[in-house]
């Protein structure tokens, strides 16, 4: 599966892949990583705030960083639908 | 003098800037703008303001909510460029996304409350003002020069714009309880600064360690310097204190409390309070005088505590901490460089340079304040302090606003990023428009502080204004005209 973090390199974009990382391993999910940091590419999503979280190209959250429960129900519903 | 005590002499006078920094003007007003910096980013939904900027927004909302959304969603460089991108493409277009971009630095929470307390609240008054007023001008002006494109880029409308999420009542009065104890803290009101009681601490030798203070920090009040009293000292003490435990309290606080969190935020609430007391060393006791600021800021603290815990779910307080800490940690550390080299750079200058260049209000001046800012790029907050010894050293304050609201607003990486987005002619017109704004809102403020009646100024401002945008008008009217002859002309062609 694969999870994009899009942000231009704040510490918040960090701290959510950090997360991301960390509710991947916990939900025994593999998932590959990529971080979208141009502008360009971020606008191609439908958001307004970074950072956003991107689980198989569906964004799940933007403009905050959600907690790690949260990111390991959207990557369980995720596998599910997949 | 040999070039040791000269050296001894300038890191003296860093060290006497960063001191008198922390000690008198940081903690009763930066801590808490910390604290709503941290708030208005973890609290606030981006589309509780952000839905007042979709495309078909009108005019008269699209453009007040861009320049006062700035003052929300613009504490962060992680959100403003996104948002000036999506505003620009997906949503209101070039004019609203141009007025939130110019007007998010000017009127962000740390430095305007950096400002008030260290130059003066007139000069952030007028900050807020005229950079809400020219960001809506240049806006506005973009928009119009720009008309033709704007009609053009992608018509693609997404659900982007579309939330609907609002601010709970919970969130709302914790962030009106932050701006209480910002206030408590800063303003100088005689119900505030008033003694209510007094309590000596019988602890001897206090009167010594000031004089020991004063020898350390040598300061000449002429000059506008402040030394470093006991009170401070203690203050810059605790704030050490604060910054490692809050390292381990705060760092991680977003997975849950530790008890360096509890330890940290009493320490912080320690600080606030004794920063609001007053201090008198004698040769016998300290004399701590309870003022009504110390009530206050004390009342404002419980309430805070409060709803925190009754009105806030644990993850939103434990986000808003995470947030603060994080601003802190991104702004202090080069603020406290920031203060310091100032302090050393000082004893450097000869005041008749500043004067010479900036002394008076004149438009010349104004342009020198202005280049500086944008040729100069300073981190966050760090120009506050310079403008500080711009002012001790003769500048006018027509000038030093000028320099101040042009230093955020442009650096050569802004405009770099900026060009990204909307492409490099409208970026360049851009920035011009903000040296010629910036320059006008620092010759009008000088003006005003020269003695010109508030109604004066407020009449050359309308004037114009209402001049500049009536003839922008009637060139993109005759640009549309000609345009549609154009085409009207060429599908006459092509029927033919």
Known sequence: MEIKVLGIGCPKCKRLEQIAREAASEAGVEATFTKVTQIKDIMAYPITGTPALVIGERVVSSGRIPQKQEVITWLTEAMTVS | MSTLTYVIQLVQGGLGNLAAYLAAHVLLCLLPAFFIAGALSALIPREAVTRYLGRDAPKLISYPAAALGGFVLAVCSCTIMPLFAGIYKKGAGLGPAITFLFVGPAINILALTYTGVAIGMDIALARIILSVLFGIGIGLIMALTFSRDDASHAEETTGAFAGTASVSTGTKVFLLLLIALLIAGTLQVSVLTNDYARVMLPVAGFDRLQEALDQLVPFDPSQGEEGVSVQGAILIGLLAVIGISAWFGLNRV????????????????????????????SATALELRLTGKSLAVAAAMLGLLYVAVKYLDDYQTQEWLWESWRFVKQIFPLLIVGVFAVGVIRGWINPLWIQTLAGSNTVLANLVGVAFGVFMYFPTLVEVPIAKMFLSLGM?????????????????????????IIGRTKAWVYVAWVAVFSTLAGWLY????????????????????????????????????SASAETAESKRAEAV
Request: no cysteine; net charge positive; hydrophobic share 50%.
């Open chain 2, 446 to 481: 000088g003006a005003w502080v020269d003695g010109m009646s508030v109604w004066m100024t407020a009449a050359l401002l309308l004037a114009g204004f209402g001049g500049l945008l009536t003839i922008l008008r009637w060139v993109s009217k005759r640009q549309r005209a």
């Open chain 2, 396 to 420: 006018h304050r027509g000038p030093l606003l000028a320099y101040l609201i042009s230093d955020p607003e442009l650096s050569l990486q802004s405009i770099l990023i900026t060009s990204s």
């Open chain 2, 254 to 281: 977003d997975e849950g409390y530790n008890r360096w969190t509890a330890i940290s935020l009493s320490l912080i609430a320690l600080t606030l309070f004794i920063a609001s007391l007053r201090v008198t060393p």
